[in-house]
């Protein structure tokens, strides 16, 4: 009996609802969509402090990149509003289609872990919050290399925690730059395309897409069950 | 008599003016703000590039980059837009105040060369047609190293090619990215603040920020003369 493919997801937007802080941006920003921008920036300069030696905390990072886009935008940031920015953060709900998927591949037998940008600490006290923790056997940072996703030593970090081929590995991601690091280093990829997000269509494809993660879980249930 | 430090300039958007293209993105999404989210989505997804040893040619990028924001944003591109995004990204303007700033530091008697992402031959035709050719001994590409700044590897293959030690170069760039990059390599850094743009307040700053080209040229003139 084969074993299944292990299932590895991603956190910030693939399981918890980044438009939560829609209204912090709106009421600080006048606009939602500078969610869109800051989110963008964060992910970004996590990869150039990645390429350049210079890893900080995720969460250290946001507020620096917080700040940032405010000063673009010509707005003044209060400490109060910093402070409501990380509570938010650490707040972050479950998308409602994150539990019932969850239990269909619960049901169908998968091992499910977790692998976050975010630090251990502030990672597991969100997902422990979101009501989401009880699927998951075990729950990666980035912390563990030292470098942010994509970078290949993360994902490595991980394939040897769990001592398993990188092609037992399933990563389920809803932005595109995840799926493309972890297929570079030979795993299996699932590309979730929520509102905010599209494939980037250049280069190796997953072989699962689709707009929710309930489309996502019946399409890991048909290639990837074993035994 | 020691040698000045050796001026390297990025090209797009430090020279050349991006903003030029903010008419092809009201015209195609209805908002000049879209600009800001496909170049800081161009530069995310060239970096994990980069992070993925998957390099292509950054025009190519752009365009797989332009189709994605086009799909998030629920729009659709015909062939003769994105034919006229091409065109537009090869004609990018000069920003006024490079030209003077240039002069003044080439009478001053700096050694000037150029360091962009774009690929050897588009980033040569651009520079020509913008006028600003003509102030540089060198015009170099990340297609040298294979790798996207602010990867280590291609500010690397720079200081190699210009046979000069680290600490004898400074990267000016209006991007907090680029500069963290070459100042990770021990180049020195100036960080110009052009609308759209601030620094990153994490880590190391360079020594020189300043909100346009002549006033970060009076400032290298002051910091970096020899001889």
């Not at 991603?10 to 829609?22: G, I, M, P, Q, S």
């Not at 507020?63 to 509003?81: E, F, G, N, P, Y």
């Not at 597991?124 to 989401?132: C, I, N, T």
């Not at 075990?138 to 769990?162: D, R």
């Amino acid at each position: 009996m084969k074993e299944s493919t292990l299932l590895v997801f991603d956190v910030n937007e693939t399981l918890l609802d980044l438009t939560y802080l829609d209204d912090f941006f709106l009421d600080t920003f006048g606009d939602t969509q500078v969610m869109r921008q800051w989110f963008a920036e964060q992910i970004l300069y996590s990869q150039t402090l990645t390429l350049s030696g210079r890893y900080v905390p995720f969460g250290e990072l946001a507020v620096a990149v917080l700040k940032m886009v405010a000063t673009i935008r010509s707005t003044a940031l209060t400490s109060a509003q910093i402070t409501q920015f990380q509570e938010e953060m650490a707040a972050l709900p479950a998308h409602p289609d994150a539990q019932p998927a969850l239990e269909k591949l619960r049901t169908a037998g998968f091992e499910m872990v977790t692998f976050t940008n975010s630090s251990a600490k502030a990672g597991k006290k969100v997902l422990a919050q979101s009501g989401l923790a009880q699927f998951f056997s075990q729950q990666f940072s980035v912390e563990l290399s030292g470098c942010f996703k994509p970078a290949a030593a993360a994902y490595g970090s991980v394939s040897q925690a769990l001592d398993r081929p990188p092609a037992a590995l399933r990563m389920i991601a809803t932005h595109a730059w995840d799926i493309i690091g972890a297929m570079a280093c030979g795993w299996k990829g699932a590309l979730l395309t929520r509102a905010g997000n599209a494939p980037l269509l250049l280069g190796e494809q997953p072989d699962i897409c689709g707009p929710d993660l309930q489309a996502i879980a019946e399409q890991i249930i048909a290639a990837d069950r074993r035994g």
